[in-house]
């Protein structure tokens, strides 16, 4: 396998400069749904019902057989905005506070750890993509040293959800909050990266030179089949450690000092898949 194997055409517009590597969070680098994590504490908190729980882990179940498609996913979350309206904002931050070590932490794959450290190290940016609330995913990203994260945005009044939605990152806005976000910061998309489990994320993975398919659903393995994108399989869920840290920065400039880092991620890259 070559860098020209998984390399897409340079997209129109990106400019010359940073790099970024841009990951999916549910199933790519935690082996479960982030939103379903978070039931229990915020049952616990009075926030939800019993019943809301067996429907959260309905919604958990479909979700980890990658067996929802766009209709089942727009309903969970019509389900889901329908459910936090009046919560009050606060308090769900702090519930997300106390517990995101102990919900997230066994769940989070050793070899996206290794992958993002492995980006820092190089000089990259890490960027966390999710559907997901901000709420649930800003917390998330900080755990993992990420650099910036995109996330859905609930609205907002008064202090309380209303259950309306400021901005959905779901499909092509993902894709469009990336390009945003790389025009914002510096970054040379044909240069960065991009790492998803699932067709939804297809806009996302197009937006970059460097992109791969993690644990990938049947409809996204056809396609990363057809687009020549490389393949990864993730299976070793850890706890994060105290000590583990992102690798200290390294400025990476010039044509030949890229060329040198993509070819030190793909060779961890390669190494990584052996393993699998």
């Known amino acids: 396998m070559t860098e020209a194997q998984h390399r897409t055409s340079r997209p129109a517009g990106s400019p010359a400069g940073k790099v970024a590597a841009f990951f999916d969070l549910d199933k790519t680098i935690i082996a479960t749904s982030s939103t379903a994590a978070f ?12 019943g809301d729980v067996l429907r959260s882990a309905y919604a958990h179940f479909v ?7 766009a209709d089942q996913t727009e309903r969970m979350r019509a389900h889901l905005s329908a459910l936090v309206t009046g919560w009050d904002v606060e308090k769900v931050q702090q519930i997300v506070a106390e517990t995101v070590h102990e919900l997230v932490d066994p769940y989070v794959y050793a070899e996206a750890v290794e992958l993002i450290a492995e980006h820092h190290g190089l000089g990259h940016e890490v960027v966390v993509v999710s559907a ?9 990203a900080a755990v993992l040293g990420a650099d910036h994260a995109i996330s859905t945005r609930m609205a907002v009044a008064d202090g ?3 259950g309306g939605i400021d901005y959905y990152a779901y499909g092509e806005n ?9 025009l914002r910061e510096g970054y040379d998309l044909a240069a ?5 489990d699932s067709i939804t994320d297809s806009p996302m993975l197009g937006t970059v030179g460097h992109s791969y398919v993690v644990n990938p659903d049947r409809n996204l393995r056809r ?8 393949t990864l399989t993730f299976s070793r869920p850890v706890a994060l ?3 583990i840290k992102p690798v200290p920065v390294i400025a990476v400039v010039g044509t030949v000092a890229l060329a040198v880092a993509a070819w030190l991620v793909w060779r961890g890259i390669r190494r990584r898949s052996r393993r699998a």
Not at 63 to 69: C, E, H, V
Not at 192 to 196: F, G
């Open 39 to 50: 039931s229990r504490p915020f049952y616990a908190g009075g926030l939800i019902t019993r």
């Open 63 to 69: 979700f980890m057989l990658g067996s929802a498609d």
């Open 132 to 140: 997901s609330g901000a709420e649930l995913v800003e917390p998330i």
């Open 160 to 162: 309380r959800y209303t």
């Open 174 to 182: 993902k894709a469009a909050a990336i390009r945003d976000l790389a």
């Open 192 to 196: 960065s990266y991009a790492y998803s």
């Open 223 to 230: 396609l990363a089949a057809e687009k020549g994108w490389s």
């Open 241 to 243: 450690r105290p000590t």
